[in-house]
């Protein structure tokens, strides 16, 4: 086992930058359509599994990109058309799945994240937007104008994906807790003496999480009470997936389990001689996982737990950044740059380098894979038979501001749609009007340039040089930070 993961060492880091003023900077229902993904992994049990939507398998390129977002973006969650994310200086979006247009931008009173691995995955459930906190809130927005709708103060900061089922809001800070989707009002807490940091899965009304300790429970979802427990012998760093058979979940050490969901007994378990820090993606047949300080990624058959086939990551790049993702026989993996892999046989499919990492777990919707990046950008990857149809869209988009009397005009001249920012920042909402320049959208022509589309790891050539990316990504931060530190001047 590794002594110091990359989680807790780019947490370390990033604290001493920020301590230096440079800043690095869910599920609800199943997968009801083929056009959502709700929240971190799609579904209640983080599946990571769209199985009905078709995926771009050639010919692959950004529909469109969102450039100059205000720090890291997290993951997205896709619902009705729409595409939700947050940035870790402490904003959250709304854009139209279509056409990269807004829909609204509301301005939080603190900030999401440190790192892109700690910003959650906004979860989107009952017209609703929640988003935790790094410094210990967790908020409920409307999900058509970005308006609040209730915020509470945490114990700790919320870091992990939050889930929604049933009514109740479930989430992380120091302990695993319950509160009315409506209200935010406690409904129960589940406290330990050690800490929950992996996030969890709700599924048929039981809570699955993993503890630092490396205790697996299954809780009650009305009143918190203890279902049963299993001892992993390390600490579970990430959220579990939950099938109606099974519970799969990886730990620090590098094993990674299958537990029968009724009383938590180990179905199989593995040791992948990695530390797994993301979660896994079940398939029908299969589960894919990949982890940290080894190069091979693994599909194991979801009854046996044998190895199917393991795909070999970049010597260069040796980590899967993020939780994979899988609908239409292709397998997501985020490892620098985004790539497609063929769940039956492991081959490559293609890739995707955008200048700079991947980091962000992708969302898997029809006709699109939406993915955010180190350098503050959000982009969906199609191409022309599978891009995202317009026609569901609304010809006007408008915002509201709900701190300033009047309506201000936005930087975006280019757009057809009147648009004013919403705001719950009551003492800055006017500050956020007109500091910096306002997230741009953008699109590029169906061309295989800067894509691997026969797997070959030369032809990635300068867009996936890990020092390049890396040199880019720093600068492209401390740029930000500098620009926003002089209020956009």
């Not at 997205?76 to 247009?101: C, H, K, M, R, W």
């Amino acid at each position: 086992m590794i002594g110091l993961s990359r989680r807790t060492a780019l947490k370390t880091s990033g604290a001493l930058l920020f301590a230096s003023g440079v800043y690095p900077t869910v599920a609800t229902a199943d997968n009801d359509s083929i056009a959502n993904w709700h929240s971190f992994g799609g579904d209640l049990g983080n599946t990571a599994h769209n199985p009905n939507a078709r995926v771009p398998k050639e010919n692959v390129s950004s529909h469109w990109r969102v450039d100059g977002l205000p720090g890291f973006p997290s993951g997205p969650a896709v619902v009705d058309n729409v595409v939700y994310f947050t940035s870790a200086q402490g904003e959250a979006f709304a854009i139209s799945l279509a056409t990269g247009d807004r829909r609204w931008r509301t301005s939080l009173d603190e900030p999401i994240g440190d790192i892109a691995d700690d910003i959650p995955t906004p979860c989107v459930a009952g017209g609703s937007v929640y988003v935790g906190s790094k410094n210990g809130k967790l908020y409920s927005l409307d999900a058509v104008t970005g308006n609040e709708n209730w915020s509470i103060s945490t114990s700790s900061g919320v870091t992990s994906p939050v889930a929604a089922s049933d009514g109740q809001v479930y989430f992380i800070d120091d302990g695993v807790n319950a509160v009315e989707a409506d209200s935010g009002e406690e409904k129960w807490r589940f406290d330990e003496e050690f800490f929950f940091e992996s996030g969890l899965g709700v599924t048929d009304g039981t809570v699955y999480v993993g503890s630092s300790e490396g205790t697996m429970y299954a809780l009650s979802g009305s009143d918190g009470s203890v279902v049963w427990t299993t001892d992993l012998g390390s600490a579970v760093m990430a959220p579990p997936a939950v099938t109606d058979e099974a519970v799969y979940v990886g730990t620090e050490n590098g094993d990674f389990f299958s537990l029968s969901r009724s009383d938590g007994a180990p179905n199989w378990t593995t040791e992948l001689d990695q530390d797994i820090i993301t979660s896994p993606a079940v398939s029908s047949s299969r589960v894919f996982i990949g982890g940290e300080g080894q190069s091979d990624f693994y599909a194991f058959d979801k009854s046996s737990g044998s190895v199917e086939w393991t795909a070999n990551i970049s010597e260069d790049e040796e980590s899967v950044r993020a939780s994979p993702a899988v609908a239409d026989g292709v397998v997501f993996i985020t490892q620098g740059d985004l790539r497609a892999i063929d769940a039956e046989t492991g081959q490559d499919l293609w890739r995707y380098p955008r200048g700079d990492f991947i980091s962000s777990s992708p969302a898997v919707v029809d006709g699109a894979v939406v993915v955010g990046n180190w350098d503050h950008s959000v982009y969906a990857l199609s191409n022309g038979e599978l891009a995202p149809s317009a026609s569901t869209e609304t010809a006007n988009e408008t915002e509201t501001e709900t701190e300033a009397s009047e309506q201000t005009e936005t930087s975006e001249q280019t757009e057809t749609s009147e648009e004013t920012t919403t705001s719950t920042n009551q003492s800055n909402g006017d500050a956020e009007q007109t500091s910096g320049q306002e997230p741009q959208s953008t699109s590029e022509d169906t061309v295989n340039r800067g894509f691997l589309t026969n797997g070959e790891e030369g032809q990635l050539g300068a867009l996936s040089d890990p020092y390049v990316l890396t040199v880019t990504g720093f600068a492209l931060s401390v740029a930000g930070v500098l620009h926003s530190m002089l209020g956009g001047q």
